[in-house]
Each structure stands twice: as structure tokens, then as C-alpha cells.
């Protein structure tokens, strides 16, 4: 597990290009954890620019975007919607998942424990005072 304290939100956007750099020649399911407003969307949107991709919108109300890099699949997954796991079912993650080349990237996972549990990396956001953040990036 790796622990970063009182990171701006600059530092956040490059932690999660870094991460994004790491991971961009293999498959990965990553979920982000913390509540409203910790940086989960900041992080997505970084993380896709460290992937080569020029926008990442947020994906609230339509739930999930797909983005072709040049080397993989990014699905960015916002759940925080979403009330039931028989909700997660039309989104076709197992099928996503088959895909050799990509990575799920998924806010709010912490709703739907199974599907936590599935993710390969866990990445916990906790806001402090002054606008800062503290987060965590386990492995499974």
C-alpha cells in the first residue's frame, strides 16, 4: 500500500497521470473510494490525460464512458447513481473485462462490495483542511 498526505490537487492530477503511465500496458480494474468532492472526477480526468487521451467528461448521469487510447481501453464508471446491484448488469462489465487490453476505472465502488473486491487496485481518498488530500493506493 502507498499513503500520499496533504496533496493539492495539482499533486493529485500527477499521481494519477503517474499511475496512468505505470498501468497503460496492462489490463487493471481500479476503483476510487471518498466522498463527494475528495477528487475522485479530478483523478479520472488526470488519469485519462496520463493515458494520451485529450478530454474525460464525467460520466454521472450516463454512468459509463469508453475512450480508445493508442495502447489501451479506458472505461471510466461513475456509480454514484446507481442503488442496485442488478443495476450494474446492463452496463456489460463482464464482457469489458474480456477485453485484453483495457482498464476499468471506477468512481463510487465502494456502493457494491462484490464488485470492490474485483477491483486490482484500491484507490481511498479522504480530504483534509486547507483543500488537501490524503490517499491511499492498495493492491489487492
Not at 481500479?30 to 475528495?38: K, R, V, Y
Request: glycine share 6%; proline share 4%.
Amino acid at each position: 500500500m502507498a499513503a500520499y498526505k496533504n496533496l493539492s490537487l495539482n499533486q493529485v492530477r500527477l499521481l494519477a497521470q503517474t499511475l496512468a503511465h505505470d498501468l497503460r500496458a496492462r489490463s487493471a480494474v481500479i476503483g476510487l473510494t471518498g466522498p463527494l468532492g475528495s477528487g475522485k472526477t479530478v483523478f479520472a480526468k488526470a488519469f485519462g490525460k496520463g493515458l494520451g487521451l485529450k478530454k474525460i467528461t464525467s460520466p454521472t448521469f450516463v454512468i459509463m464512458h469508453e475512450y480508445r487510447a493508442k495502447m489501451i481501453r479506458l472505461y471510466h464508471l461513475d456509480l454514484y447513481r446507481l442503488k442496485k446491484q442488478s443495476e450494474l448488469k446492463g452496463l456489460g462489465l463482464n464482457e469489458i473485462r474480456m477485453h485484453p487490453r483495457r482498464i476499468i476505472l471506477i468512481e463510487w465502488v465502494e456502493k457494491f462490495p462484490k464488485l470492490k473486491k474485483s477491483c486490482d487496485l484500491l484507490v481511498t481518498f479522504k480530504v483534509n483542511p486547507n483543500d488537501l488530500r490524503n490517499i491511499t493506493v492498495k493492491t489487492a
